[in-house]
Protein backbone atom coordinates (compact mmCIF):
# COMPACT_ATOMS: atom_id res chain seq x y z
CA UNK A 1 0.00 0.00 0.00
CA UNK A 2 1.05 3.22 -0.44
CA UNK A 3 -0.42 6.43 0.65
CA UNK A 4 0.45 10.49 0.07
CA UNK A 5 -0.64 13.38 1.89
CA UNK A 6 0.42 16.75 0.41
CA UNK A 7 2.24 19.42 2.54
CA UNK A 8 -0.34 21.07 5.03
CA UNK A 9 -3.12 18.08 5.08
CA UNK A 10 -0.36 16.32 7.34
CA UNK A 11 1.84 18.07 9.50
CA UNK A 12 4.42 15.15 10.66
CA UNK A 13 7.08 15.39 13.16
CA UNK A 14 9.90 17.16 11.69
CA UNK A 15 12.26 14.72 13.53
CA UNK A 16 11.71 12.90 10.33
CA UNK A 17 13.26 15.26 7.88
CA UNK A 18 17.10 14.91 7.32
CA UNK A 19 19.81 18.27 5.81
CA UNK A 20 20.94 14.89 3.98
CA UNK A 21 18.09 14.73 1.56
CA UNK A 22 18.83 17.75 0.07
CA UNK A 23 22.87 16.74 -1.04
CA UNK A 24 21.34 13.24 -1.83
CA UNK A 25 20.77 12.26 -5.59
CA UNK A 26 17.16 14.01 -7.05
CA UNK A 27 14.80 11.74 -5.57
CA UNK A 28 11.75 10.45 -7.48
CA UNK A 29 8.59 12.76 -7.11
CA UNK A 30 5.62 11.04 -5.10
CA UNK A 31 4.20 10.86 -8.82
CA UNK A 32 6.96 8.59 -10.34
CA UNK A 33 6.64 6.69 -7.16
CA UNK A 34 3.02 6.15 -7.63
CA UNK A 35 3.86 5.20 -11.27
CA UNK A 36 6.26 2.58 -10.19
CA UNK A 37 3.86 1.49 -7.24
CA UNK A 38 1.23 0.38 -9.85
CA UNK A 39 3.61 -0.78 -12.52
CA UNK A 40 4.52 -3.27 -10.14
CA UNK A 41 1.32 -4.48 -9.74
CA UNK A 42 -0.68 -3.99 -13.23
CA UNK A 43 -3.35 -6.18 -12.65
CA UNK A 44 -4.05 -5.67 -8.91
CA UNK A 45 -2.95 -2.29 -8.20
CA UNK A 46 -4.98 0.74 -8.00
CA UNK A 47 -5.10 4.25 -6.73
CA UNK A 48 -7.37 7.43 -5.82
CA UNK A 49 -6.43 10.75 -5.97
CA UNK A 50 -8.40 13.39 -3.94
CA UNK A 51 -7.67 16.50 -5.80
CA UNK A 52 -5.16 18.75 -4.09
CA UNK A 53 -4.96 16.89 -1.06
CA UNK A 54 -3.17 13.42 -1.99
CA UNK A 55 -3.46 9.82 -3.15
CA UNK A 56 -3.84 6.27 -2.10
CA UNK A 57 -2.73 3.56 -3.83
CA UNK A 58 -3.84 -0.16 -2.85
CA UNK A 59 -2.87 -3.38 -4.63
CA UNK A 60 -4.65 -6.71 -3.60
CA UNK A 61 -2.58 -10.18 -2.67
CA UNK A 62 -1.51 -12.09 -5.36
CA UNK A 63 -3.11 -15.51 -5.75
CA UNK A 64 -0.26 -18.01 -6.84
CA UNK A 65 -1.37 -21.04 -8.87
CA UNK A 66 -1.62 -24.35 -8.05
CA UNK A 67 1.21 -26.05 -9.11
CA UNK A 68 0.77 -30.09 -9.85
CA UNK A 69 4.71 -30.96 -9.87
CA UNK A 70 6.21 -32.87 -7.48
CA UNK A 71 8.71 -31.85 -4.89
CA UNK A 72 7.56 -28.04 -4.97
CA UNK A 73 5.63 -26.37 -2.75
CA UNK A 74 1.88 -25.92 -2.71
CA UNK A 75 -0.34 -23.42 -1.86
CA UNK A 76 -3.94 -24.57 -0.29
CA UNK A 77 -6.38 -21.91 0.79
CA UNK A 78 -7.25 -23.27 4.52
CA UNK A 79 -10.10 -21.07 4.37
CA UNK A 80 -12.37 -23.46 2.50
CA UNK A 81 -11.59 -26.58 4.91
CA UNK A 82 -11.24 -24.61 8.31
CA UNK A 83 -14.67 -23.58 9.60
CA UNK A 84 -14.04 -20.12 10.43
CA UNK A 85 -16.62 -18.19 10.10
CA UNK A 86 -15.13 -15.08 10.38
CA UNK A 87 -13.16 -15.65 7.04
CA UNK A 88 -15.86 -16.45 4.67
CA UNK A 89 -15.92 -13.14 2.61
CA UNK A 90 -12.71 -11.47 3.01
CA UNK A 91 -9.06 -12.13 1.22
CA UNK A 92 -8.42 -15.48 2.15
CA UNK A 93 -5.47 -16.63 3.81
CA UNK A 94 -2.94 -19.08 2.42
CA UNK A 95 -1.12 -22.48 3.96
CA UNK A 96 1.94 -23.85 2.26
CA UNK A 97 2.53 -27.68 2.53
CA UNK A 98 5.98 -28.00 1.38
CA UNK A 99 7.07 -31.85 -0.19
CA UNK A 100 9.96 -33.51 1.85
CA UNK A 101 10.65 -35.91 4.15
CA UNK A 102 9.56 -34.04 7.24
CA UNK A 103 5.78 -34.46 6.75
CA UNK A 104 4.21 -37.10 9.26
CA UNK A 105 1.64 -38.12 6.27
CA UNK A 106 -1.78 -37.23 8.44
CA UNK A 107 -4.85 -37.91 6.46
CA UNK A 108 -7.29 -34.59 6.79
CA UNK A 109 -11.04 -34.47 8.24
CA UNK A 110 -12.24 -31.66 6.13
CA UNK A 111 -15.79 -30.46 7.10
CA UNK A 112 -17.33 -28.04 4.42
CA UNK A 113 -19.93 -25.09 5.80
CA UNK A 114 -20.82 -23.15 3.18
CA UNK A 115 -19.16 -21.91 -0.40
CA UNK A 116 -16.53 -22.65 -1.76
CA UNK A 117 -15.70 -24.89 1.34
CA UNK A 118 -17.54 -27.66 -0.15
CA UNK A 119 -15.51 -27.56 -3.30
CA UNK A 120 -12.08 -28.13 -1.56
CA UNK A 121 -13.45 -30.76 0.86
CA UNK A 122 -14.10 -32.89 -2.30
CA UNK A 123 -10.58 -32.28 -3.73
CA UNK A 124 -8.94 -33.48 -0.24
CA UNK A 125 -11.30 -36.57 -0.52
CA UNK A 126 -11.50 -37.68 -4.37
CA UNK A 127 -8.83 -36.06 -6.17
CA UNK A 128 -5.81 -35.12 -3.91
CA UNK A 129 -6.58 -39.00 -1.94
CA UNK A 130 -5.43 -36.91 1.73
CA UNK A 131 -8.53 -37.08 3.99
CA UNK A 132 -11.98 -37.50 4.16
CA UNK A 133 -14.98 -34.98 3.87
CA UNK A 134 -17.77 -35.15 6.54
CA UNK A 135 -21.45 -35.26 5.06
CA UNK A 136 -22.49 -31.82 3.23
CA UNK A 137 -25.12 -29.58 3.48
CA UNK A 138 -26.19 -30.77 6.78
CA UNK A 139 -25.31 -30.29 10.10
CA UNK A 140 -22.21 -32.52 11.56
CA UNK A 141 -23.70 -34.95 14.07
CA UNK A 142 -21.67 -36.57 16.58
CA UNK A 143 -21.59 -40.34 14.27
CA UNK A 144 -20.48 -38.49 11.12
CA UNK A 145 -17.17 -37.28 12.70
CA UNK A 146 -16.46 -40.85 14.18
CA UNK A 147 -16.97 -42.20 11.07
CA UNK A 148 -14.52 -39.44 9.53
CA UNK A 149 -12.15 -40.40 12.48
CA UNK A 150 -12.45 -43.93 11.89
CA UNK A 151 -11.80 -44.22 8.75
CA UNK A 152 -8.62 -41.94 8.91
CA UNK A 153 -7.26 -44.00 11.80
CA UNK A 154 -8.40 -47.87 11.93
CA UNK A 155 -5.43 -48.56 9.85
CA UNK A 156 -7.72 -50.06 6.92
CA UNK A 157 -7.15 -50.13 3.47
CA UNK A 158 -8.47 -46.43 2.91
CA UNK A 159 -6.57 -45.08 5.93
CA UNK A 160 -3.38 -47.15 4.72
CA UNK A 161 -3.97 -46.02 0.97
CA UNK A 162 -4.48 -42.23 2.31
CA UNK A 163 -0.90 -42.32 4.29
CA UNK A 164 0.43 -44.06 1.64
CA UNK A 165 -0.17 -41.35 -0.65
CA UNK A 166 0.91 -38.70 1.75
CA UNK A 167 4.26 -40.45 2.54
CA UNK A 168 5.24 -42.24 -0.79
CA UNK A 169 3.50 -41.23 -3.87
CA UNK A 170 1.29 -37.91 -3.33
CA UNK A 171 2.04 -34.48 -3.96
CA UNK A 172 0.68 -33.81 -0.34
CA UNK A 173 3.80 -34.39 1.45
CA UNK A 174 5.56 -32.61 4.19
CA UNK A 175 4.38 -30.27 7.07
CA UNK A 176 2.55 -27.06 7.93
CA UNK A 177 5.12 -24.14 7.15
CA UNK A 178 3.23 -20.97 7.20
CA UNK A 179 0.06 -19.50 8.82
CA UNK A 180 -1.57 -16.84 7.57
CA UNK A 181 -0.12 -14.36 5.41
CA UNK A 182 -0.60 -10.41 6.37
CA UNK A 183 -3.88 -9.54 4.86
CA UNK A 184 -4.45 -6.37 2.53
CA UNK A 185 -8.22 -5.12 2.59
CA UNK A 186 -9.55 -1.40 1.04
CA UNK A 187 -12.67 0.14 1.62
CA UNK A 188 -14.34 3.31 1.46
CA UNK A 189 -17.42 4.44 2.97
CA UNK A 190 -19.32 8.12 2.87
CA UNK A 191 -16.27 9.53 1.56
CA UNK A 192 -14.04 7.66 4.17
CA UNK A 193 -11.41 5.74 3.16
CA UNK A 194 -9.11 2.49 4.74
CA UNK A 195 -6.25 0.38 3.55
CA UNK A 196 -6.02 -1.88 6.29
CA UNK A 197 -2.88 -4.52 6.28
CA UNK A 198 -2.27 -7.78 9.07
CA UNK A 199 -5.48 -9.15 11.06
CA UNK A 200 -7.74 -9.09 14.33
CA UNK A 201 -8.03 -11.70 16.17
CA UNK A 202 -11.60 -10.63 18.26
CA UNK A 203 -12.90 -9.40 14.93
CA UNK A 204 -16.24 -11.69 15.93
CA UNK A 205 -16.72 -9.81 19.27
CA UNK A 206 -15.64 -6.76 17.71
CA UNK A 207 -18.04 -6.63 15.22
CA UNK A 208 -21.22 -7.46 17.72
CA UNK A 209 -19.91 -4.33 19.55
CA UNK A 210 -20.11 -2.17 17.41
CA UNK A 211 -23.38 -3.69 15.34
CA UNK A 212 -21.96 -5.15 12.24
CA UNK A 213 -22.75 -7.86 10.27
CA UNK A 214 -20.77 -11.30 11.06
CA UNK A 215 -19.25 -10.88 7.50
CA UNK A 216 -17.14 -7.47 7.86
CA UNK A 217 -14.01 -7.74 7.84
CA UNK A 218 -10.89 -5.11 9.59
CA UNK A 219 -11.41 -2.64 7.37
CA UNK A 220 -14.80 -2.20 7.30
CA UNK A 221 -14.38 -2.40 11.38
CA UNK A 222 -12.01 0.16 11.50
CA UNK A 223 -13.82 2.61 9.82
CA UNK A 224 -16.99 2.24 12.03
CA UNK A 225 -14.57 2.72 14.86
CA UNK A 226 -13.11 5.98 13.36
CA UNK A 227 -16.37 7.45 12.41
CA UNK A 228 -17.98 6.44 16.14
CA UNK A 229 -14.98 8.07 17.55
CA UNK A 230 -15.06 11.16 15.14
CA UNK A 231 -18.53 11.82 15.49
CA UNK A 232 -19.85 10.61 19.38
CA UNK A 233 -17.74 8.34 21.31
CA UNK A 234 -17.39 9.15 24.83
CA UNK A 235 -14.43 6.75 24.73
CA UNK A 236 -10.92 7.76 23.92
CA UNK A 237 -9.18 6.79 20.63
CA UNK A 238 -6.57 4.76 22.51
CA UNK A 239 -8.64 2.78 24.51
CA UNK A 240 -10.64 1.86 20.98
CA UNK A 241 -7.03 0.86 19.65
CA UNK A 242 -6.21 -1.12 22.43
CA UNK A 243 -9.21 -3.11 21.96
CA UNK A 244 -7.69 -4.61 18.75
CA UNK A 245 -6.31 -7.63 19.13
CA UNK A 246 -3.45 -8.71 16.19
CA UNK A 247 -0.82 -7.72 14.59
CA UNK A 248 -1.67 -4.68 12.36
CA UNK A 249 -1.24 -1.61 10.40
CA UNK A 250 -3.78 1.11 8.78
CA UNK A 251 -4.19 3.96 6.95
CA UNK A 252 -7.45 5.86 7.17
CA UNK A 253 -8.29 9.23 5.18
CA UNK A 254 -11.45 11.25 5.99
CA UNK A 255 -12.45 13.58 2.91
CA UNK A 256 -14.29 15.16 4.14
CA UNK A 257 -12.96 16.46 7.31
CA UNK A 258 -9.40 16.54 5.69
CA UNK A 259 -8.14 14.03 8.39
CA UNK A 260 -5.43 11.54 8.13
CA UNK A 261 -5.91 8.65 11.16
CA UNK A 262 -3.24 5.78 10.67
CA UNK A 263 -2.08 3.20 13.43
CA UNK A 264 0.37 0.01 13.49
CA UNK A 265 0.57 -2.29 16.49
CA UNK A 266 2.90 -3.45 18.68
CA UNK A 267 2.36 -7.56 17.59
CA UNK A 268 4.59 -10.15 16.37
CA UNK A 269 6.07 -7.68 13.29
CA UNK A 270 4.64 -9.37 10.26
CA UNK A 271 2.85 -5.83 9.56
CA UNK A 272 5.83 -2.88 9.70
CA UNK A 273 4.88 0.51 8.33
CA UNK A 274 7.21 3.52 7.20
CA UNK A 275 6.79 7.07 6.86
CA UNK A 276 8.74 10.00 5.54
CA UNK A 277 9.00 13.39 3.98
CA UNK A 278 9.18 13.60 0.38
CA UNK A 279 11.32 16.36 -1.43
CA UNK A 280 7.45 18.65 -2.10
CA UNK A 281 7.06 18.05 1.45
CA UNK A 282 4.55 15.48 0.88
CA UNK A 283 4.21 12.48 3.52
CA UNK A 284 4.24 9.04 2.63
CA UNK A 285 3.18 6.41 4.32
CA UNK A 286 4.03 2.76 3.01
CA UNK A 287 4.66 -0.81 3.80
CA UNK A 288 7.62 -1.20 1.51
CA UNK A 289 10.66 0.83 2.24
CA UNK A 290 11.45 0.59 -1.22
CA UNK A 291 8.82 3.17 -2.26
CA UNK A 292 9.44 5.47 0.68
CA UNK A 293 12.92 5.62 0.42
CA UNK A 294 12.28 6.40 -3.37
CA UNK A 295 10.54 9.64 -3.09
CA UNK A 296 12.00 10.91 1.14
CA UNK A 297 15.82 9.98 0.55
CA UNK A 298 16.88 10.25 4.09
CA UNK A 299 14.13 11.78 5.70
CA UNK A 300 12.09 8.56 6.76
CA UNK A 301 12.02 5.96 9.39
CA UNK A 302 9.68 3.36 10.77
CA UNK A 303 6.10 3.75 12.09
CA UNK A 304 6.55 3.77 15.56
CA UNK A 305 4.98 -0.14 16.96
CA UNK A 306 1.97 0.43 19.39
CA UNK A 307 1.33 4.29 18.07
CA UNK A 308 -1.43 6.21 16.06
CA UNK A 309 -1.26 9.23 14.38
CA UNK A 310 -4.02 12.21 13.90
CA UNK A 311 -3.40 14.97 11.27
CA UNK A 312 -4.56 17.57 13.93
CA UNK A 313 -3.26 15.78 17.42
CA UNK A 314 0.00 14.60 16.05
CA UNK A 315 1.61 10.85 17.50
CA UNK A 316 0.89 9.40 20.37
CA UNK A 317 1.27 5.72 21.65
CA UNK A 318 -1.92 4.24 22.70
CA UNK A 319 -0.30 1.55 24.46
CA UNK A 320 1.21 4.40 26.71
CA UNK A 321 -1.12 7.05 26.21
CA UNK A 322 -0.71 9.18 29.24
CA UNK A 323 3.31 9.59 28.22
CA UNK A 324 4.24 11.36 25.34
CA UNK A 325 6.72 10.46 22.12
CA UNK A 326 10.05 11.20 21.79
CA UNK A 327 12.16 11.43 18.89
CA UNK A 328 15.62 9.62 18.45
CA UNK A 329 18.30 10.22 15.74
CA UNK A 330 18.94 7.73 13.18
CA UNK A 331 21.86 7.60 11.57
CA UNK A 332 23.16 5.59 8.41
CA UNK A 333 26.49 3.36 8.01
CA UNK A 334 28.03 5.90 6.57
CA UNK A 335 26.97 8.55 9.61
CA UNK A 336 24.38 10.69 8.19
CA UNK A 337 21.23 11.95 9.68
CA UNK A 338 18.52 9.77 8.30
CA UNK A 339 15.31 10.44 10.16
CA UNK A 340 14.35 9.74 13.69
CA UNK A 341 13.02 6.80 15.44
CA UNK A 342 9.94 7.40 18.11
CA UNK A 343 9.93 6.04 21.44
CA UNK A 344 7.96 6.76 24.75
CA UNK A 345 8.84 9.34 27.00
CA UNK A 346 8.66 7.57 30.35
CA UNK A 347 9.52 10.51 32.09
CA UNK A 348 6.11 12.68 30.32
CA UNK A 349 2.74 13.01 30.72
CA UNK A 350 0.39 13.73 27.15
CA UNK A 351 -3.02 15.53 26.86
CA UNK A 352 -4.86 11.94 25.33
CA UNK A 353 -8.23 13.42 23.87
CA UNK A 354 -8.75 13.33 20.23
CA UNK A 355 -11.00 16.25 18.36
CA UNK A 356 -14.55 15.09 18.18
CA UNK A 357 -17.60 16.99 16.58
CA UNK A 358 -20.92 17.56 18.82
CA UNK A 359 -22.96 13.93 18.09
CA UNK A 360 -26.13 16.38 16.83
CA UNK A 361 -24.23 17.14 13.75
CA UNK A 362 -23.77 13.26 13.47
CA UNK A 363 -27.82 13.30 13.72
CA UNK A 364 -28.80 16.37 11.67
Known amino acids: ?120 AKLVEDSWRCGVRAVKWEIVEADEIVRCLEMVMDGGDESREMRKTLRNGGIWRGRLLTTVEALKLFCSLNDVYCIFLGSLNNLCTLNKQYGLSKVSNEDMLVIEAYCTLRDRSPIPA ?46 MISDNVGHVKASCGKSFGPFPAGCMYHSEKGLMSFEHPMKKMKAMPRVDSEGALCGAYFAVDAYSKANTSMPRVDSAANWG
Open 238 to 283: HRVLKDLEGDFGFVIYDHKAGVVFAANSGGDKSVNLYWGIAADGSV
Open 1 to 120: MLGVFKNGVVNPPQELYSPASSLAMAAKSPQETLKDFLAANPTNGFSLEFADKGFLAYASPQRQLLSQQRGENHRLEIITILPDERRLFREPPWVEFEAGERGGGVPVVAIAQAMDQVTN
